[in-house]
T-cell receptor, first 115, second 112 residues
Framework: DTEVTQTPKHLVMGMTNKKSLKCEQH?????MYWYKQKAKKPPELMFV???????INESVPSRFSPECPNSSLLNLHLHALQPEDSALYLCASSPRRTGEVYEQYFGPGTRLTVT | GDSVTQMEGPVTLSEEAFLTINCTYTATGYPSLFWYVQYPGEGLQLLLKATKADDKGSNKGFEATYRKETTSFHLEKGSVQVSDSAVYFC???????????FGKGTRLSVIA
């Protein structure tokens, strides 16, 4: 099973709302990622968690707050977003072994619209 | 820095035509190379990969060979179908905590 699930599939929120995106995988992967993808662009990396610890934060604004409560779950908490934050948010996971490269498996994404 | 360059799209082909999407890379180390496909309204799916020079990745009739001498990883398919219409991303990874580096993507449209 190489499935990464994401909920919700679509989300519309106002600029004063607080919402969360959820990602789950049961492949035993120890690295999980959040990406942001704008229309007709490649995904842009936001955060990387390795063994449930934040290892990369690509200078993402603090209105995006990631959380990794356990090895299977990854959340992205959203607060006071701007309309330009509207995008497809993708979660991915991969095995993590030092010195080796493994492919990332992506979820279907959450389509976020900020009004 | 590390980068991936893909041919600009969109590419429009008739069904059963031969497909080539060019991909070249620049990397400071010895990367692994990937092709991902994104169908409309969906996330990215791994299509194929290659981890060392002269490796050939293949899946669903698609192939790509890791050419170190030309720093290329071109995607090919002998006979495309309408269902292959999607955006194709070439990507590299140097492993460890380094993130995937994506090309800009190539949109393929196959018409019946």
């Amino acid at each position: 099973d190489t499935e990464v699930t994401q909920t919700p599939k679509h989300l519309v929120m106002g600029m004063t709302n607080k919402k969360s995106l959820k990602c789950e995988q049961h492949m035993g992967h120890r690295a999980m990622y959040w990406y942001k993808q704008k229309a007709k662009k490649p995904p842009e990396l936001m955060f990387v968690y390795s063994y449930e610890k934040l290892s990369i934060n690509e200078s993402v604004p603090s209105r995006f707050s990631p959380e990794c409560p356990n090895s299977s779950l990854l959340n992205l908490h959203l607060h006071a977003l701007q309309p330009e934050d509207s995008a497809l948010y993708l979660c991915a996971s991969s095995p993590r072994r030092t010195g080796e490269v493994y492919e990332q498996y992506f979820g279907p994404g959450t389509r976020l619209t900020v009004t | 820095g590390d980068s991936v360059t893909q041919m600009e799209g969109p590419v429009t082909l008739s069904e059963e035509a031969f497909l080539t999407i060019n991909c070249t890379y620049t990397a400071t180390g010895y990367p692994s190379l990937f092709w991902y496909v994104q169908y409309p309204g969906e996330g990215l799916q791994l299509l194929l990969k290659a981890t060392k020079a002269d490796d050939k990745g293949s899946n669903k009739g698609f192939e790509a060979t890791y050419r170190k001498e030309t720093t290329s990883f071109h995607l090919e398919k002998g006979s495309v179908q309408v269902s292959d219409s999607a955006v194709y991303f070439c990507a590299l990874s140097l492993g460890g905590n380094t993130p995937l580096v994506f090309g800009k993507g190539t949109r393929l449209s196959v018409i019946a």
